[in-house]
């Protein structure tokens, strides 16, 4: 079992900047591959970002591209994800994910093993 706990949501003006962080606890965190996730209301899942178990690869969704970034430490078995210029359509419960290490990042959160229980992001305009 991996347990993951998200940190470091909450209210910001659109423009604005915000850290959320991702510890894991439980198996080693450096065997699975990492990633974000959203859902806003009355939507489904969404791909935000992943980063592999060894740095060396990160896939983002097209809507965040240029404006987030995923680093990882796996000393402190923390994943980050630094979202920047954000919009009111960021807002959404955020997800922190994990997978066993494959082939390759995957955007399909079918193929991730274990969840967090989210932090809501809410950016006004």
């Known amino acids: 079992q991996v347990q993951l706990v998200e940190s470091g949501g909450g209210l910001v003006q659109a423009g604005g900047s915000l850290r959320l962080s991702c510890v894991a606890s439980?198996?080693?965190?450096?065997?699975?591959?990492m990633g974000w996730f959203r859902q806003a209301p009355g939507k489904e899942r969404e791909f935000v970002a992943a980063?592999?178990?060894?740095?060396?690869?990160?896939l983002f969704a097209d809507s965040v591209k240029g404006r987030f970034t995923i680093s990882r430490d796996n000393a402190k078995n923390t994943v980050l994800l630094q979202m920047n210029s954000l919009k009111p359509a960021d807002t959404a419960v955020y997800y922190c994910?994990?997978?066993?290490?494959?082939?390759?990042?995957?955007?399909?959160?079918?193929?991730?093993?274990?969840w967090g229980q989210g932090t809501q992001v809410t950016v006004s305009s």
């Open positions: 980063i592999s178990w060894n740095v060396g690869r990160t």
């Open positions: 994910a994990a997978d066993r290490v494959g082939w390759a990042l995957t955007p399909h959160a079918g193929e991730y093993d274990y």
């Open positions: 439980g198996r080693t965190f450096s065997d699975y591959d």
